[in-house]
T-cell receptor
């Protein structure tokens, strides 16, 4: 059975802090790992990672994948209150099926 | 206008009722998916469809059925709703990788919040 585990499940920080969110996985037929941000509604896409060691970056957010150790991290630097959300990690396997982790609830206080 | 539209946005109903949740998309994607989200469990795949004639069960298909009426429409039915089907339901779409030449992420609708009493 495919499994994706995120940690921590909940995190509270102050504006300006840097946070690291973790995602580990055990799946068969790995194709890619994705990060989504979920505020009140639909999960919105952040990153898709397919190769180990190549950092993807978008503004203050960055992510990297380690296919040998089967994990990924999502970093957010200089956090803002607008970063408060649930961050979801998902692994795509053959047939374009996504297996999601439980999510990390990030709260950024002013 | 939203690319992936789910109706209704909210629904409260009683145990034993038949319910249909609808999803339509204007993205022209071939692939469509239904997920449910429960607190502490993330999103779990119910059914998915790669084209109008292709329907596949996901991780938790028991108690649900689907219909792919057209490329743009994919509906989810609960034949006889039960309280543990109370959840937030999401529809998602993605293009066929062979058409784009590479994998693209799934794109989600805003969800239907379903409560079964």
């Amino acid at each position: 059975e495919d499994k994706v585990v995120q940690s921590p499940l909940s995190l509270v920080v102050h504006e300006g802090d840097t946070v690291t969110l973790n995602c580990s996985y055990e799946v068969t037929n790995f194709r890619s790992l994705l990060w989504y941000k979920q505020e009140k509604k639909a999960p919105t896409f952040l990153f898709m990672l397919t190769s180990s060691g190549i950092e993807k970056k978008s503004g203050r957010l960055s992510s990297i994948l380690d296919k040998k150790e089967l994990f990924s991290i999502l970093n957010i630097t200089a956090t803002q209150t607008g970063d408060s959300a649930v961050y979801l990690c998902a692994v795509e396997t053959s047939g374009s099926r996504l297996t999601f982790g439980e999510g990390t609830q990030l709260t950024v206080n002013p | 206008d939203a690319d992936v539209t789910q109706t209704p946005r909210n629904r409260i109903t009683k145990t034993g009722k038949r319910i249909m949740l609808e999803c339509s998309q204007t993205k022209g994607h071939d692939r469509m998916y239904w997920y449910r989200q429960d607190p502490g469990l993330g999103l779990r795949l119910i059914y998915y469809s790669f084209d109008v004639k292709d329907i596949n069960k996901g991780e938790i298909s028991d108690g649900y059925s689907v219909s792919r009426q057209a490329q743009a429409k994919f509906s989810l039915s609960l034949e006889s709703a039960i309280p543990n089907q109370t959840a937030l339901y999401f529809c998602a779409t993605s293009p066929e990788p062979r058409k784009t030449g590479y994998n693209q992420p799934q794109h989600f609708g805003d969800g239907t919040r379903l409560s079964i009493l």
